[in-house]
C-alpha cells in the first residue's frame, strides 16, 4: 500500500483523470465512469472506464488520421512520469483506460 505519491507524480495522474473525463464528456456519451486508483509497493495504478460508445483504438494511430490530442496528451503526461498507458476499447463497448507508474 502507498501512503502517499511523489508529487510530481499525483500531479500528472491528476491531470490525466482531468483529460480522460473530458475526453468521456465530448465523445463517449457515456451513463457512468468508474475510477479506480491503486498501489502497491512502488506501482500506481489509474484506471478509467467508462460505458460509453466506445472507439477501436487502431484507428487512433493511423497515419493519415488527424492527432487527437486529448489522447496524445495523456500518453505524453504518463510517459513525462515513467508510466505506462493502456488503452482498451471496441466500438459499442465502452473503453478503459489503464495508466501504471513504477514510483
Given amino acids: 500500500m502507498i501512503d502517499e505519491l511523489p508529487a510530481h507524480i499525483e500531479s ?5 483523470s ?9 465523445h463517449a456519451h457515456a451513463q457512468k465512469v468508474h475510477i ?5 509497493r512502488n506501482r500506481v495504478r489509474l484506471t478509467i472506464e467508462d460505458d460509453g460508445i ?6 487512433i494511430h493511423r497515419p493519415e488520421r488527424k492527432p ?3 489522447l496524445l496528451t495523456i500518453r505524453e503526461r504518463a510517459e513525462a ?3 505506462q498507458v493502456v488503452i482498451q ?5 465502452g473503453a478503459k483506460i489503464t495508466i501504471e507508474v513504477v514510483i
Fill in 68 to 70: 487527437t490530442w486529448g
Fill in 36 to 40: 479506480f486508483l491503486g498501489g502497491e
Fill in 89 to 93: 476499447s471496441s466500438p459499442g463497448h
Fill in 12 to 16: 500528472a495522474l491528476f491531470r490525466i
Fill in 18 to 26: 482531468q483529460e480522460v473525463l473530458v475526453n468521456v464528456v465530448k
Fill in 81 to 83: 512520469i515513467g508510466g
Fill in 54 to 59: 466506445g472507439f477501436d483504438p487502431a484507428e
